[in-house]
């Protein structure tokens, strides 16, 4: 089989939202699998028409994830995606903060935190109107802040402590709690914040619309901390909540539900390395009823904008079906 590719995915920029890495990908839902073709010599990143999950440009809303669109990146050497994922998010920023006068960034754990130290760097350390961030984490494990398992220890180290971010707009999980207590408390937190405006609402569906979730995806296709088959994927009308038995330790965890990630403005899912390339290749494939779905292929914004920060390695499958 071979990849399709719309020739308006290479020609056509995105418009109307903060101007970004590549190009909007029109949809096409005869999605061939195979080998990628070079589209650009020039760029270090290719389009590639993605997930079933995508939508046409106009198109009348699905059922579920209305408004959503996909589009995949695929960079040649993890720096490359590094690099464009930090002018991604600094587009972002600044688009936010003009717009509300806040820029309400999610983060996961894991190898995504590494990916964001280019804004560490010139020209984002001092372009970046840091005082309009705020900051926080789709899971956290639950340790105390110092624990080497802390999500909000890997962020403090290899992010939030080179950027000067308010620390009281970096909301980090009462370590001090249960489980129970610090997802109860954690989304008290939230609720909070949608009151005073510092969160937006996504109307549609009741549930806080974060700016940007930078989200990372577990080699089993868990986001978050909503692993394959457990029944937290279903939940509906948590804002966040907890579990206790995570396939992947530490067991005790919070973590955002499905309606919170589904309702944000923008999505960026960085994936890389081989040891991803099998959930990649399902959340990718065509299977548009698919009953088994791995939690990435039920991250589908209700309406916003959902781009794959990948690498070849992680896309390898879908190069050599
Ligand atoms: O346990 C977790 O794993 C996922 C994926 O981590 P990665 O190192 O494979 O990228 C992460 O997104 C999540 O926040 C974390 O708690």
Redesign the pocket.
Known sequence: MSISVSAAAVLQPLTGRASPPAYRVTANRRLRIGPIPSLSSSSASKPILPAAAMATDGAAPAASGAGSKQKLLVFDAEEDLAVSLAKYTAELSEKFAAERGAFTVVL?????IKALRKLTEPPYLDSVDWSKWHVFW??E?VVPKDHEDS?YKLALDGFLSKVPIPTGQVYAINDALSAEGAADDYETCLRRLVKNGVIAMLAATGFPRFDLQL?????DG????LFPGHPLVNENQKWVTYIKDSP?PPPE?ITFTFPVINSSAYIAMVVTGAGKAGAVQKALSDKETSSDKLPVEMAVLQDGEFTWFTDKEAVSLLQNK
């Not at 868990?222 to 901390?225: D, E, G, L, P, T």
Request: cysteine-free; glycine content about 20%.
């Open positions: 996961s754990g894991g190898s995504l789709v899971d494990r999500n989200l990372g995806m577990g080699p868990h986001i978050a901390s992947k965890r």
